[in-house]
């Protein structure tokens, strides 16, 4: 039994593409009542060409999936700390990797990551290991690639546009994957066609080779028998698939992880109790290797602020123990975390400890 039955297999395709055929025949059932009538004759051909197309169209769509994917290669858009780790998972397994960096200042030290590193995956070593290569032109990465994965700036704007082009230039058959945290892969794609947005999902990695977890979640409009083949090919190239079963905010672990945090700032602002004392408490009950509070000096404490912002929109949430507590105490005052000389929940350590 595959890990997505255990899980909760998505909708079974073959239901899905069963329904717009039964619509189909309705509507053809519909027209040839309505011929019976002269009247409705200059509609009863436009709708005969809208009900066929639309089947068509969605019966295509449900059944394509890439062709000849072994012998095609995975296009990663990002060659920053993450997107150099989602190329080296992939090329760990024998897949060829075409990386679309723009700043060319990074080509190097992403291509030396790779080549240091590709070993210490955990696929490495049962194939060899494929090419990688680096470009700064989108189109040059994808033209040829069975999964495109976006790794660009978590900027909503950047994400919108990158799939519109992926819409271009990216082979028809293609799945496109974003890996953001803080973005749903429906609101990354207002310009391209009902079409594409079959073939577009979230694949969210956290931070390999350290974590292998992946969480994949639909757009809402995702073929179902994407999740299943590509949860295969997570599996085969080492990484620990998790299929979220409806869209939301923060997939799944991430959506724990939000309360926690939420918690542990409220408890803060409330004077209940220290950093010092949360995380000791926290490991002590959890076996963790660490405490919400280190966790959130070393991500930094802008970046909780402005994922915990989202939330706060999107759930019409308080902000008055939270970020305002944040922004207040933390942020006005320079103390951002770890990469701050201020520090942040913990004070700044002395030079010389990590």
């Not at 997107?83 to 060319?104: F, H, K, L, M, N």
């Not at 990551?113 to 060899?128: F, L, Q, W």
């Not at 991430?254 to 109790?273: C, D, F, P, Q």
């Not at 700044?348 to 990590?354: E, F, H």
């Amino acid at each position: 039994m595959s890990l997505l039955a255990t899980r909760g297999r998505p909708p079974d395709s073959s239901q899905s593409r069963s329904k717009p055929i039964c619509i189909y025949y309705l509507l053809l059932s519909g027209i040839s009542l309505l011929s019976s009538n002269s009247r409705f004759l200059p509609c009863i051909y436009y709708l005969q060409l809208i009900s066929l197309d639309t089947v068509c169209l969605r019966v295509a769509s449900a059944n394509m999936l890439p062709e000849n994917y072994s012998d095609r290669p995975v296009a990663v858009l990002g060659g920053g700390v993450l997107g150099r780790r989602i190329a080296c998972t992939w090329a760990s397994a024998g897949y060829d990797v075409q990386i679309r960096e723009p700043d060319q200042s990074q080509h190097e030290s992403c291509l030396n990551y790779i080549k240091e590193n590709v070993a210490k995956y955990p696929a490495a070593g049962n194939t060899a290991a494929g090419t990688v290569r680096i470009s700064r032109d989108l189109e040059m990465a994808v033209q040829t690639a069975w999964l495109v994965i976006e790794a660009v700036p978590e900027k909503l704007q950047i994400k919108i546009d990158t799939f519109s082009e992926l819409e271009t230039h990216a082979p028809k058959d293609a799945i496109l994957a974003s890996n953001s945290s803080s973005y749903k892969s429906s609101e990354m794609i207002g310009k391209v066609k009902d079409t594409t947005k079959s073939r577009v999902l979230n694949t969210h990695y956290y931070m390999p080779p350290e974590n292998m977890v992946v969480e994949l979640m639909t757009d809402g409009y995702t073929n179902p028998d994407i999740f299943p083949f590509l949860m295969d090919r997570q599996r085969e190239v080492g990484t620990k698939p998790f299929f979220a079963r409806k869209e939301c905010t923060g997939f799944i672990f991430n959506r724990l992880w939000a309360a926690i945090k939420r918690e542990t700032i409220s408890i803060l602002a409330e004077g209940v109790s220290t950093p010092e004392e949360i995380d000791a408490l926290f490991i002590e009950l959890t076996r963790s290797w660490g405490g919400p509070c280190r966790f959130m000096d070393a991500v930094g404490l802008d970046t909780v602020a402005l994922i915990e912002d989202h939330y706060i929109k999107e759930r019409q949430l308080s902000s008055t123990y939270t970020v305002d507590f944040l922004r207040r105490e933390y942020l006005d005052k320079g103390r951002l975390g770890a990469k701050s000389p201020h520090g942040g929940l913990y004070p700044p350590q002395p030079k010389g400890i990590s």
